[in-house]
Nanobody, 124 residues
Framework: QLQLVESGGGSVQPGGSLRLSCTAS????????IGWFRQAPGKEREGVSC????????NYVDSVKGRFTISRDNAKNTVYVQMSSLKPEDTAVYFC?????????????????WGQGTQVTVSS
């Protein structure tokens, strides 16, 4: 069974940094395109960043460009998102998700496997 586990969430002040991890069990993460999504209370789930299964091409939503960096460590079967210069509007539950397709997507329905989410709170 495919399983994804997110970690690294927490509470930080505006301008702070966090690194979220998405670790897979039961499958090899390198064979999947991985997306990070977030969902704030009362809002729809939003695609934040994505990294392709091959080539390493990455995508970012405009609101996080220049602040977030997605990467993968295939040896650790883990995908990361480094978040810097965090803002209160980044507060949300962050999820990672996997899809077998080669291209990135910001559509949640395009991803078949999901983690349970990790809370990120940015507040002074």
């Amino acid at each position: 069974q495919l399983q994804l586990v997110e970690s690294g969430g927490g509470s930080v002040q505006p301008g702070g940094s966090l690194r979220l991890s998405c670790t897979a069990s039961g499958f090899t993460l390198a064979y999947y395109t991985i997306g990070w999504f977030r969902q704030a209370p009362g809002k729809e789930r939003e695609g934040v960043s994505c990294i392709r299964r091959t080539g390493g091409r990455t995508n970012y939503v405009d609101s996080v460009k220049g602040r977030f960096t997605i990467s993968r460590d295939n040896a650790k079967n883990t995908v990361y998102v480094q978040m810097s210069s965090l803002k209160p509007e980044d507060t949300a539950v962050y999820f990672c998700a996997a899809r077998t397709g080669y291209t990135c997507s910001d559509v949640p329905l395009d991803f078949g496997s999901w983690g349970q989410g990790t809370q990120v709170t940015v507040s002074s």
